[in-house]
């Protein structure tokens, strides 16, 4: 099993709130297979009290990451990297999260940021022609 927390850092005077922050990292752990399907993650409490955070901001990151389809949380066995494929999708929903996180902390506005996001996609439809 990969060592979770020391592969986290939070900075708290960051422009990127840190459930955010913690979330970011998991998944990039993932993605980059510093965990592999079936590791298990530390507890909220454990993870919190390691990093200097409130257990609530651990246990929203989780969420998000259960919704993105990174991990799944099971009752009694605690949380765990999801098993079966990363597929591109869930890589591209970790680096969607990283750039609204990056546009917001820019102070851009949503709509400005999905104008970023399609000239980027037209310019590579263009180059793949």
């Known amino acids: 099993m990969g060592d979770v927390t020391a592969g986290i850092s939070v900075d708290p005077d960051g422009h990127v709130p840190p459930f955010e922050q913690v979330r970011s990292q ?14 298990q993650l530390p507890t909220v409490r454990a993870l919190a009290a390691d990093l200097g955070l409130a257990s609530n901001t651990v246990a929203r990151a ?12 099971h009752s009694r066995a605690g949380t765990r990297v999801a098993t079966g494929q990363h597929t591109a999708e869930v ?13 917001h902390g820019a ?23």
């Open 62 to 73: 989780y969420k998000a990451l259960e919704a993105g389809g990174l991990v799944e949380a």
């Open 91 to 103: 890589v591209l929903v970790s680096l969607a999260g990283k750039f609204a996180a990056a546009a």
């Open 26 to 39: 998991i998944a990039d752990l993932i993605v980059t297979g510093g965990l592999l399907p079936g590791d």
């Open 107 to 129: 102070g851009l506005s949503d709509t400005r940021a999905i104008e970023i996001v399609r000239a980027a996609l037209r310019e590579q439809s263009d180059q793949n022609r």
